[in-house]
């Protein structure tokens, strides 16, 4: 058996790196979509991506839907949840604080991993990948084909969220949201559904990387409570409300955890990418793209 070499390795850890790295982009993106507009931290958002895993499982394994319409649908049944959780949780709660809304969130987490559990159960899931499962060769690094799969679609995403927050009616009246709920209003923007959208756009997100990574990764019940973690993490590290920081800080702490595991020790990959989150936070609190309010994007 042929020994890859350095290069070859390196290579390797950089590109699994970037996989999951770009996940982790995606929950941020999530997150700070939903902060934007509401200020509130949403952590079902790693549930959002673990019924987008799950979904994905059911449409393509279970019922042998076609790829392309089985991943249409998970979309848009993630996005019908994201919409729902907004329209029962946060939505009656007219004078509440940003806390009572967070901890909202993390109940509406606990409540979808429930309901995932009673309907997968506690058995780990997988499918195949979109394009076949021969790996491509690249300089000694094998690279699974659904790595590509995930750099497109993570590409695409941010292209799409670009344009939308430039280009559409409603993602212009989300940034005046953004900037400033009660001159929004004044000028005839309606903030209620200004929140839905973010819901339903970050459920959509969520449910996109979950479907991606699933042939790369196992999916289970649980996954959503550390893949949300991971990427609030990057959220905070790239600053909290930065699109572009969000992907760039995911990719970063992706690629950290990558080598830390390869070159170091599995083990420790958690607590090193926990310990630059740290680091960063000392030296630059609102986070390496965020402004020194942590505040809101003014543009995309």
């Known amino acids: 058996m042929e020994k890859i070499s350095l290069t070859g390795q390196l290579i390797q850890y ?17 997150f700070n979509i939903i902060y934007n507009v ?27 839907l076609p790829l392309p319409l089985a991943f249409l649908l998970t979309v848009a049944v993630v996005t019908g949840v994201g919409a729902l959780m907004e329209r029962f949780t946060i939505n009656p709660l007219k004078n509440a604080t940003v806390l009572t809304m967070i901890i909202v969130t993390i109940a509406v987490s606990i409540l979808l991993k429930g309901i995932a559990m009673f309907v997968w159960g506690k058995d780990p899931y997988i499918i195949p990948p979109f394009s076949g499962s021969e790996p491509i060769v690249i300089l000694g690094a094998a690279i699974q084909t659904q790595t590509l799969w995930v750099l497109l679609m993570t590409a695409v995403v941010v292209v799409l969220l670009s344009l939308f927050f430039k280009k559409t009616r409603y993602g212009k009246a989300m940034l005046a949201c953004a900037d ?18 973010s819901f339903a756009l970050s459920a959509a997100i969520g449910a996109v990387a979950g479907a991606i990574i699933t042939p790369i990764s196992l999916m289970e019940y649980d996954r959503g409570a550390l893949l949300g973690l991971k990427g609030f993490g990057a959220s905070v590290l790239g600053g909290l409300g930065s699109f572009y920081g969000a992907v760039v800080a995911g990719i970063l702490l992706g690629i950290i955890e990558s080598l830390c595991a390869g070159l ?11 310990l630059l989150l740290l680091l960063v936070l000392y030296v630059r609190p609102s986070g390496l793209f965020g402004n020194v309010e942590a505040g809101k994007i003014k543009e995309f």
């Open 14 to 30: 950089i590109f699994t790196g970037i996989t999951v790295g770009s996940i982790y982009a995606m929950v941020a993106l999530g």
């Open 180 to 197: 400033d709920p009660d001159a929004a209003r004044l000028v005839g923007i309606k903030v209620n559904t200004m929140v839905l959208i």
């Open 264 to 274: 170091i020790s599995s083990g420790y990959k958690d607590a090193v990418a926990l």
């Open 38 to 64: 509401t200020e509130i931290i949403n952590f079902a958002q790693g549930e959002f991506v673990m019924l987008g895993g799950l979904i994905m499982v059911f449409f393509s394994a279970f019922l042998k």
